[in-house]
């Protein structure tokens, strides 16, 4: 089996654990997994060093950029088209909405789209009621 795990960045912290581990698992029971991430750092490099393979996906951003989010959907559609993953597994809310936008415009797609939430940006404590909004929608 393959699959592709997509997460914003690389920083270590609950996220990027949590999708170490699987990646992690995943190679110790012989599947082959791919990571799509915005940026090199301690995920990338322990991803790789258990066998898996890692693409950095320069135009991800954390914030909101509407270039940048085009590009990344345009990178990570021609990925999955490119790798055939049998699932893609997004991480983190940014990664949430490029992947599934770029997996919805696939036709005839033969693989699974999985959305793991690791926090919400709409919940109490975001200042911004635009951003709140947006991202709800």
Not at 47 to 63: D, E
Not at 116 to 128: A, L, Y
Request: net charge positive; aromatic share 10%; with cysteine.
């Amino acid at each position: 089996m393959k699959i592709l795990y997509f997460i914003t960045t690389s920083e270590w912290g609950g996220a990027s654990r949590y999708v170490f581990d699987l990646c992690k698992y995943e190679i110790n029971k012989g599947n082959k997994v791919y990571l799509a991430v915005g940026s090199e750092g301690l995920l990338a490099s322990k991803v790789r060093n258990v066998g898996g393979k890692v693409y950095i996906i320069k135009s991800v951003k954390r914030n909101i950029s509407p270039l940048n989010d085009l590009k990344s959907i345009i990178m990570i559609r021609s990925l999955v088209k490119k790798l055939k993953p049998d699932i893609v597994h997004l991480n983190s809310s940014k990664a949430g909405v490029i992947g599934r936008l770029a997996c919805q415009s696939i036709a005839n797609k033969k693989f699974k789209v999985i959305f793991t939430v690791h926090g919400w940006s709409f919940t109490d404590g975001i200042p911004s009621a635009l951003k709140k909004g947006f991202i709800v929608l």
